[in-house]
């Protein structure tokens, strides 16, 4: 059984996307356990240029046509028939080009969206994509042998406006190879990891937050790690918020440089409006990092079943405020010694990569087995 991921890009784990980020480390956990998985990117510089891995790599030209596709990329699909296709986005054009041409040459496919159908995403443009959606969201799901969800979030957005019985859950695992280290420090780091969307990762509500929390806790300090389109009114906001120093803009960080910076964080936000499945939230638990999520992350039942941080429901800047008082408060007691252990615990537990593995293997199996749409 041969597996093909589909992607825009080149699953590049070195770039600020988080799509390229975890089909990257799928496809790695998958060959590894011995799966015949490969992954074809749509690129508009279709160059090998990124880290060594051990799964083969196909790239291929992306057209300035959003609907284009290239004609090496059918010729590869006919002469490999794979067993499954897996697209990785939604409201891709170029896939559902590549939809249709799966679907005339008889080869089942599944679509994960990665948080692109939590309700709240599905507001943005919302005239522009449910025009969109009638006319080519809607048949490429409609030909879709499953669709492949993150997080509950995505599944009750999309029942919204395309009800249907072969939504499946399956979170991805998370590989924690670096072990925690204790903390042993006077200030109160509050964290965040990931690209600079305002609205997105709910950016302008954890800096409200924060500013409000910081009132009864002075010393405190933010540190966001990343970067994006939103950075300049990031930093505008923060300082009309009299935060100066207290937020530190690290940029992009990758590697041993971002992992150092985490490991001084105290706790970990992710106050975001919509999402998949957060990677930096379960990287920043494997390193004992306790966190304080809103519902949207699709984490949150993980976090409260292990004790692993504060779950909010909106994530808005009073729910932040509040979460960031009560880890505080457990802060000065005990160091969150507890809630360190527990985070950790929660990744190696809940999203372990053996089981995961073995969940995709059976959809995969499924899909092999059941009629085409």
Partial sequence: MEIIHLILGKANPARMNGVNKVVHELATQQQQAGFAVEVWGFSANPVHDYPERTYTTRLFNASRNPFGIDTAWKRAIRHHKPTVVQLHGGFVPRFYAAARFLQQEQIPYLITPHGNYNWHALQRSRLRKRLYFSLFERPLLLGASAIHALGQSEIDGLQRIFPNQKSVLIPYGFSATTPPIPRVSSDFVVGFCGRLDSDHKGLDRLLDGFAQFRQTAPNARLWLLGDGPHRA????????????????????????????????????????????????????????????????????????????GCVVKQGTADEVADGLARLYQQWQTDGLTSLQQNARRMVDDAFNWPRQLDLFDQLYRLISHRPLA
């Avoid at 910076?261 to 105290?266: G, K, N, P, R, Y």
């Fill in 233 to 308: 009114q990031l930093t505008s906001q923060a300082n009309a918020l009299g935060l100066g120093e207290a937020v530190t803009f690290w940029g992009s960080q990758f590697g041993d440089d971002k992992l150092r910076l985490l490991q001084q964080c105290s706790v970990f936000v992710h106050a975001s409006r919509y999402e998949g499945l957060p990677v930096a939230v379960l990287e920043a638990a494997s390193l004992g990092i306790p966190c304080l999520i809103s519902e949207a992350t699709n984490v949150g039942d993980a976090v409260r079943s292990f004790g692993a």
